[in-house]
């Protein structure tokens, strides 16, 4: 009986109509990296679709740097600040320009910064 009640409910399943499985968001990535030496990123622009955002940063310097997004004096979202490996962040955004920076005290002033772009 057991057996019967499973197969019905299977066949039941495939054949309402209406119902759908969901889909997954589609997750835009962006590799933002810091080089061995100088206090810059290695990309100054970086490009994304609007929605949730993964952030992978790569510090290859021995100097502590981290990756911060904002929109304007708003902080959207921040990285661990690291040396010498690599970190990942989330942000979710919607289309428009943002900056990113590096907090560490006098790094945006070096040049330490750039502009995401979301589409």
Do not use: D, W
């Not at 209406?18 to 990309?43: D, F, K």
């Not at 949730?52 to 904002?70: D, P, Q, T, Y």
């Amino acid at each position: 009986m057991r057996k019967l009640v499973l197969v019905v409910g299977v066949l039941a399943a495939f054949a309402l109509p209406g119902v759908s499985t969901a889909t997954t968001p589609t997750v835009s990535v962006v590799h933002i990296s810091a080089p061995v030496s100088g206090l810059r990123y290695t990309q100054t622009t970086v490009r994304a679709h609007a929605g949730r955002i993964k952030i992978v940063f790569a510090n290859h310097s021995a100097l502590k740097h981290n990756v911060n997004v904002e929109s304007g004096e708003h902080e959207l979202g921040k990285s661990a600040t690291i040396s010498h490996s690599t970190t990942t962040m989330f942000v979710t955004l919607k289309a428009g320009k943002y900056n990113f920076y590096c907090s560490v005290p006098g790094h945006e002033a070096a040049g330490m910064h750039g502009t995401l772009i979301v589409t």
